[in-house]
């Protein structure tokens, strides 16, 4: 048996469907196996808190072994996970095709699932990852002015700890009546598409959720920056959640409904020559890894991950064909860019960092460390301080460089990493830069 494995990783379809992925004695069983390779190794101690509590608990047994941990404290590990995948593709010398065949985060998902399928969620968890429905009833108008004054009001944000558990130090993003989809309306016009290289030059923006509601004007600055490169660019005719909130919740039959309304739009698209790109990583990982694995034999699934791209990914494909412009008119100075998790897993490398490093008299620098945000594990009460934890290595780079900007392509970390840096006042999307740099 080897120890360790220099291949590269692979992944299993989740096999969500089947009676054994819900046998909750066969999913203790892998827990324990699967435990306690991770005890031997601990190579992945310092990613998250799953691995510290897991060791915490196993160092306190009486046995100082797995056996010696209580199976009813099995879902302690299990809570402390946000699947941001980093054990499985940067730390774990057992992923397949090694023969221990260890795949942590969709273990912990299997777990999630079996949990919300027996317990459900509370009012908190189901409101935070319900958000078609409520960023769009805080974002209708004047209802958006009322909530954005009460997050920012010390007192409420006291009595909604207290009510949901929502940690009243924790940023929460700011609402606008004034949508994506109301923004770029008006600036939409049709571009003659040029196929370079797997790239047609005809591209759809899935807005997502937090990119309508809470960062539309990052929609403004994907308009700009393709239309200026001779691309192409229409905003997906309608869309819901990616799932990956209700992912994350383990609430699969979500996840499912999701896809149903979704796949079909955008596989549609697809076929009338459209490439897809979306502003947030998390749901651009979503349509490329986590729905192909859940319905590895649906064909439209599959379409529609050929299509889908990070859009760093997408210039810098442009870019090498010779199609992107470089002139730039106006530099970007010092740039700290925090890379966001689930933007290091779709293994495509740093083509941020690469892209605006084709602006002259610049430097960016590249912190790849958590956030520690993780969709809504940093604002949840008994979440917050382990956040913020997991997030002091990187404010800790950021405050060092004292940059001229930081930017992450996750809104939501980067909402995290400048509300904790003292060096640094805001977040800017990267596009947000290149439109500047572009002078647009």
Same mark, same amino acid.
């Given at each position: 048996?080897?120890?360790?494995?220099?291949?590269?990783?692979?992944?299993?379809?989740?096999?969500?469907?089947?009676?054994?992925?819900?046998?909750?004695?066969?999913?203790?069983?892998?827990?324990?196996?699967?435990?306690?390779?991770?005890?031997?190794?601990?190579?992945?101690?310092?990613?998250?808190?799953?691995?510290?509590?897991?060791?915490?608990?196993?160092?306190?047994?009486?046995?100082?072994?797995?056996?010696?941990?209580?199976?009813?404290?099995?879902?302690?590990?299990?809570?402390?996970?946000?699947?941001?995948?980093?054990?499985?593709?940067? /730390?774990?010398?057992?992923?397949?095709?090694?023969?221990?065949?260890?795949?942590?985060?969709?273990?912990?998902?299997?777990?999630?699932?079996?949990?919300?399928?027996?317990?459900?969620?509370?009012?908190?968890?189901?409101?935070?990852?319900?958000?078609? @429905?409520?960023?769009?009833?805080?974002?209708?108008?004047?209802?958006?002015?009322?909530?954005?004054?009460?997050?920012?009001?010390?007192?409420?944000?006291?009595?909604? #700890? /207290?009510?949901?558990?929502?940690?009243?130090?924790?940023?929460?993003?700011?609402?606008?009546?004034? @949508?994506?989809?109301?923004?770029?309306?008006?600036?939409?016009?049709?571009?003659?598409?040029?196929?370079?290289?797997?790239?047609?030059?005809?591209?759809?923006?899935?807005?997502?959720?937090?990119?309508?509601?809470?960062?539309?004007?990052?929609? #403004?600055?994907?308009?700009?920056?393709?239309?200026?490169?001779?691309?192409?660019?229409?905003?997906?005719?309608?869309?819901?959640?990616?799932?990956?909130?209700?992912?994350?919740?383990?609430?699969?039959?979500?996840?499912?409904?999701?896809?149903?309304?979704?796949?079909?739009?955008?596989?549609?698209?697809?076929?009338?020559?459209?490439?897809?790109?979306?502003?947030?990583?998390?749901?651009?990982?979503?349509? /490329?890894?986590?729905? *192909?694995?859940?319905?590895?034999?649906?064909?439209?699934?599959?379409?529609?991950?050929?299509?889908?791209?990070?859009?760093? #990914?997408?210039?810098?494909?442009?870019?090498?064909?010779?199609?992107?412009?470089?002139?730039?008119?106006?530099?970007?100075?010092?740039?700290?860019?925090?890379?966001?998790?689930?933007?290091?897993?779709?293994?495509?490398?740093? /083509?941020?960092?690469?892209?605006?490093?084709?602006?002259?008299?610049?430097?960016?620098?590249?912190?790849?460390?958590?956030?520690?945000?993780?969709?809504?594990?940093?604002?949840?009460?008994?979440?917050?301080?382990?956040?913020?934890?997991?997030?002091? *290595?990187?404010?800790?780079?950021?405050?060092?460089?004292?940059?001229?900007?930081?930017?992450?392509?996750?809104?939501?970390?980067?909402?995290?990493?400048?509300?904790?840096?003292?060096?640094?006042?805001?977040?800017?999307?990267?596009?947000?830069?290149?439109?500047?740099?572009?002078?647009?």
């Amino acid at each position: 048996m080897r120890e360790g494995s220099l291949e590269a990783p692979t992944r299993h379809p989740i096999d969500w469907k089947s009676d054994t992925f819900w046998d909750k004695d066969a999913l203790n069983d892998e827990l324990e196996r699967v435990y306690d390779i991770c005890h031997g190794c601990r190579r992945c101690v310092s990613l998250c808190d799953s691995f510290p509590t897991l060791f915490d608990l196993i160092d306190e047994s009486e046995t100082f072994e797995v056996d010696g941990v209580d199976r009813a404290d099995y879902t302690k590990v299990v809570d402390q996970c946000y699947l941001c995948d980093l054990c499985f593709l940067t /730390k774990c010398p057992y992923v397949p095709p090694h023969e221990f065949n260890v795949d942590f985060p969709h273990l912990m998902l299997r777990a999630k699932a079996i949990k919300f399928k027996e317990q459900g969620g509370n009012l908190r968890d189901k409101s935070l990852t319900s958000t078609d @429905t409520m960023l769009g009833i805080m974002s209708i108008p004047l209802v958006d002015i009322t909530v954005n004054a009460l997050n920012q009001n010390a007192g409420f944000r006291k009595v909604v #700890e /207290k009510t949901l558990d929502i940690h009243h130090e924790a940023p929460l993003p700011r609402m606008h009546a004034k @949508t994506l989809r109301k923004r770029v309306a008006p600036l939409i016009k049709p571009v003659e598409p040029r196929a370079i290289g797997e790239t047609t030059g005809k591209v759809a923006l899935y807005a997502t959720c937090y990119g309508n509601y809470n960062s539309p004007e990052v929609g #403004e600055d994907f308009v700009r920056v393709f239309q200026h490169n001779d691309i192409h660019i229409d905003v997906v005719p309608k869309e819901k959640c990616c799932g990956m909130p209700k992912l994350e919740l383990g609430d699969l039959d979500a996840v499912d409904a999701l896809k149903q309304a979704n796949i079909p739009v955008l596989a549609q698209l697809v076929d009338r020559g459209y490439d897809l790109v979306a502003p947030i990583p998390s749901c651009v990982l979503m349509y /490329k890894q986590e729905l *192909p694995l859940m319905y590895p034999d649906d064909p439209e699934v599959q379409k529609v991950k050929q299509a889908f791209y990070d859009p760093f #990914e997408y210039l810098w494909l442009r870019h090498k064909a010779g199609a992107l412009k470089t002139e730039f008119p106006n530099g970007i100075g010092n740039v700290a860019y925090q890379v966001a998790c689930h933007q290091r897993v779709q293994n495509i490398g740093l /083509k941020t960092r690469d892209v605006l490093a084709l602006v002259a008299d610049s430097e960016v620098v590249a912190h790849e460390r958590c956030s520690g945000h993780d969709g809504t594990y940093a604002v949840k009460s008994e979440t917050r301080d382990k956040s913020v934890k997991i997030a002091r *290595p990187t404010v800790r780079k950021v405050n060092e460089q004292a940059p001229d900007h930081f930017i992450s392509d996750c809104p939501m970390a980067g909402a995290q990493i400048a509300n904790l840096s003292d060096k640094v006042d805001e977040a800017l999307h990267p596009m947000t830069l290149l439109r500047m740099a572009y002078g647009l």
